[in-house]
C-alpha cells in the first residue's frame, strides 16, 4: 500500500515529528493550479516561508484590488493531501503560527509597501530559521521591489523588538536600472537577485565574507563591511534571465534563451563547488508556449523533492497570471 507524507496543516496534532517518520511522499507529478488563491487578475511572485507550528502565509503580488498595478496580498496556507498534494487556504479557528508571523508583522509590513505602483517578488527572512541566525532576537525581513520612482528598485521592512521599521532602499543591490528577486543562502553569504544594468536581464551573486558558523544579524546582513559582486555566467545568456531563487543547493529561474518551450520557461541549476552547473530546462510537464515566471521552491526539508510554486498564463486558469505548483526533481 502506497505510503503518503502526512503533512495535515489541517491537523492540531504534533505534525512535525509525524514527517520526520515519513519522508517518501509521492512525488506530485501533477502541475496543481492553486485555485483558492488565483483571481481573475494577475496573480504571481509567490513566497511561502516555512513554518513549524504547521500553517503558513501565501504572500504573492495581485492585482485583484487596485487592477492596474500589481500589489502584495497575503492569505494564511495549508497543505493537504488527497491522493496528491495540494494547498489550500485556512480559515478556521486555531491557527498556530510561529512568532514571526503571529504578531502580524507581515501584514503591517505588506500594508506599508503598497501602494499605487507596482509591488514585485516578496521575500520573507527569518533570522534563526530561514537564515542562520539568533532565533531568540526574533528579527524578521520582509524584501520586495516597487517602481515607485520610475525603474524597479529592492527594499525591505525590519521587524525586531522595535517593533517595524522601513520601508528602506537595499542599496548594495540596488542601481539606475531594474533591480528585484533577492534570494540568500541560509549561511548569509550569498544573495541572488536579477538585473538589467548591463542591457538583458542577467543573474547576479553578492558574496558576503563570513566565518564558519558566524550568526547572521540584519546589520551584517544589509550593511556588510565588504562584499563582492558578480554577474552569475554559469547562468546567464544573452536574453533575458530573470527571477533567481535559491534553495538547498538548488536554483531556479525564468528565461526567454532560445531553446525552451516557448516564452519565458523555468529553468533549474544545482551548485557544483562554487559554480553553477549548466542550467537545465524544466521540461513540457512544467512549461509551456506561454509564460512561466518567479518560480519559488519553499523549505520543505521533508520532502523527498524538490517542490515547485510558480506561475503562468497558459490557458485553463482564472485570467491572467495565475499561481500553479508541482514537484521539480527529487532529492533523493
Not at 88 to 106: C, E, H, M, P, T
Amino acid at each position: 500500500m502506497k505510503r503518503y507524507i502526512a503533512l495535515a496543516l489541517l491537523m492540531q496534532s504534533c505534525w512535525p515529528l509525524e514527517l520526520g517518520k515519513r519522508k517518501d511522499g509521492e512525488f506530485l507529478n501533477d502541475v496543481v493550479r492553486l485555485d483558492e488563491f488565483n483571481s481573475a487578475y494577475d496573480d504571481y511572485n509567490s513566497d511561502l516561508p516555512y513554518n513549524k507550528s504547521g500553517h503558513t502565509y501565501l504572500t504573492f503580488s495581485s492585482k485583484r484590488d487596485k487592477k492596474d498595478v500589481l500589489n502584495l496580498v497575503s492569505f494564511p496556507a495549508q497543505f493537504t493531501y488527497d491522493k496528491r498534494l495540494g494547498l489550500k487556504r485556512y480559515i478556521a479557528d486555531g491557527i498556530q503560527y510561529d512568532s514571526f508571523v503571529d504578531n502580524g508583522a507581515l501584514e503591517g509590513m505588506i500594508y506599508r509597501a503598497n501602494g499605487n505602483f507596482n509591488v514585485f517578488g516578496p521575500k520573507t527572512l527569518r533570522f534563526g530559521q530561514d537564515i542562520q541566525g539568533d532565533f531568540v532576537e526574533r528579527n524578521f525581513l520582509l524584501f520586495y521591489a516597487d517602481d515607485s520612482d520610475g525603474n524597479m528598485q529592492i527594499k525591505y521592512f525590519l521587524n525586531d523588538k522595535k517593533g517595524i521599521s522601513g520601508p528602506f532602499s537595499f542599496d548594495i543591490l540596488n542601481s539606475e536600472k531594474d533591480d528585484g528577486y533577492p534570494s540568500f543562502s541560509f549561511a548569509g553569504d550569498k544573495i541572488y537577485f536579477s538585473s538589467n544594468r548591463d542591457g538583458d536581464f542577467d543573474i547576479y551573486e553578492l558574496s558576503i565574507p563570513r566565518k564558519e558558523s558566524e550568526l547572521v544579524t540584519p546589520e551584517s546582513l544589509l550593511h556588510p563591511e565588504s562584499y563582492k559582486l558578480r554577474k552569475v555566467e554559469e547562468l546567464s545568456s544573452p536574453y533575458n534571465d530573470k527571477c533567481p531563487y535559491f534553495q538547498d543547493g538548488m536554483m531556479v529561474f525564468v528565461s526567454d534563451r532560445p531553446g525552451g518551450v516557448g516564452g519565458s520557461d523555468i529553468y533549474y541549476s544545482k551548485l557544483e563547488g562554487d559554480k553553477w552547473g549548466a542550467p537545465v530546462n524544466a521540461g513540457q510537464r512544467i512549461n509551456t508556449a506561454h509564460d512561466e515566471y518567479r518560480p519559488i521552491l519553499p523549505a520543505q526539508g521533508h520532502f523527498n523533492y524538490h517542490l515547485l510554486i510558480f506561475s503562468s498564463d497558459r490557458p485553463g486558469g482564472k485570467g491572467g497570471f495565475d499561481l500553479y505548483m508541482t514537484g521539480l526533481i527529487k532529492k533523493w
